[in-house]
């Protein structure tokens, strides 16, 4: 039976056809942005940028900078934002694409033939060419040449292991500085970012084995303690509750002995900050209701914050700061009220697709700040959270933007396209730029 939408669909075998037809489309619609990204920086040299850099050492303006290995051009470095706006992109997705394009087309030459004859999937190429960004010319070469006619056959373990071992042979010196930096890879994360509603967050991390032993033998021992407390938990909870009891105990005690002490002392445990947004009748009445966590952008139940709340926890309410109300000071310095004003209207940095927190942002004038009729004041209405990297292309570059109310902002690139960012979500108004 032919669906609507598929009316040339009326038999399994036309159903397949058309998938593969459609799928066989997107990758070719996917190289083609990549080769688009590529002639997008041959348009943005390094000569099409000024010496943005004076005497002093102190950036001002758009710099040339490398999104690729040794041997590729150098790029403007804004270019990437205008690029990515446009597909809906953010900076740092766009940058990776044009660089991995770069990558590709100027050190792996073989491999991005294959490429775009459709015979390697893109979304390997794009791995590989992330790999090979640190290798020296002639190790990129190697690999290239190496992976000929199979990059599209070969494991990805067997990439990564041709990868090393170019690394070793043409670039000693790195690869030796590389294993005796493998320690700064180990890290530890909490992905408080990607919090749900359900008030649980992911944890990762890659350590030093004897210090994953240890960590290991702590949480299966506080795990088994809770469980001789009364706990009727699973292990596993038990032992995600007891992660969380070694973090408090840690935070209640301070490892630096004291000289000739020999023992640690007890300090008052570091500040913890979650600005929690809740209504006054969660507050004010024990009742269900949600609650939204400033830091992570999610929400979590108001229960889950009355959990959170508990004898040790020190807990200040702030009154409610009226979103609408409009704030002004004749001053070029943004008062705190005003700036928290700014971040609470707009979590994040304002420029397109930029998901930047906006308490790690600068607090932009739209309007320029300045005397006479035509600076800008510092006021509620003219005042924007902006990243380091987009308020320093909205000044230097052809980047421009009106506020148009407390969290909506109309962006226009240098090229015509207009945007409109509205309370944290990106939309592209202009399919295409005007026709200069």
């Known amino acids: 039976m032919a669906s609507p939408e598929l009316p040339d669909c009326d038999t399994p075998a ?77 900076t740092d997705a766009s940058r990776s694409l044009v660089g991995d394009a770069l990558e590709l087309a100027h050190r792996l030459k073989r491999t991005w033939k294959l490429v775009r004859a459709g015979k390697v999937p893109l979304w390997k190429a794009r791995r590989l060419a992330q790999l090979t960004t640190t290798l020296p010319m002639d190790g990129a070469e190697f690999v290239d040449r190496q992976l000929a006619g199979f990059v599209g056959k070969i494991s990805w373990a067997g990439i990564e292991r041709l990868v090393d071992q170019a690394r070793v042979a043409f670039d000693p010196e790195g690869a030796e500085k590389e294993r005796l930096a493998a320690a700064e890879g180990r890290r530890f994360d909490v992905h408080t970012d990607k919090a749900i509603h359900d008030g649980t967050v992911h944890v990762e991390g890659v350590l030093d084995l004897a210090d994953a032993m240890d960590l290991d033998t702590a949480i299966r021992q506080g795990a088994e303690d809770l469980a001789a407390l009364g706990s009727t938990e699973s292990l596993d909870v038990r032992r995600s509750m007891a992660a969380g009891e070694l973090a408090r105990r840690q935070l209640a005690f301070d490892l630096r002995v004291e000289a000739g002490g020999g023992t640690a002392s007890v300090v008052k445990p570091r500040q913890v900050v979650i600005h929690v947004h809740l209504s006054q009748a969660a507050v004010s009445r024990d009742e269900a209701g949600i609650a939204h966590v400033e830091e992570t952008r999610s929400i979590v139940s108001t229960e889950q914050v009355r959990q959170w709340c508990g004898a040790e926890t020190q807990v200040v309410v702030k009154p409610v700061i009226d979103l609408e109300a409009h704030h002004h000071t004749d001053a070029y310095a943004v008062p705190d009220k005003l700036a928290e004003q700014t971040r609470l209207a707009q979590p994040v940095c304002a420029f397109p697709w930029c998901e930047r927190p906006a308490r790690r942002c600068d607090t932009d004038h739209v309007i320029a700040h300045g005397a006479g009729p035509s600076g800008g004041p510092t006021c509620s209405c003219n005042l924007a959270p902006l990243c380091r990297r987009h308020h320093r292309a909205k000044t230097h570059t052809g980047w421009s933007y009106d506020k148009t109310d407390t969290a909506t902002y109309l962006w226009r690139s240098p090229h015509g396209l207009h945007l409109v960012k509205d309370h944290g979500t990106t939309h592209l108004l202009t399919a295409h730029p005007p026709d200069e």
Do not use: C, K, Y
């Open 14 to 90: 036309a159903v397949l056809a058309f998938a593969q037809r459609r799928r066989a489309a997107a990758q070719r619609a996917e190289i083609d942005v990549l080769e688009a990204a590529l002639v997008w920086a041959a348009m943005h040299p390094e000569q099409s940028v000024a010496d943005a850099t004076p005497a002093t050492g102190l950036v001002f303006g758009e710099l040339a900078v490398p999104l690729a290995g040794e041997g590729a051009p150098l790029v403007a470095e804004f270019a990437p934002m205008e690029f990515g706006a446009a597909i809906g992109m953010s």
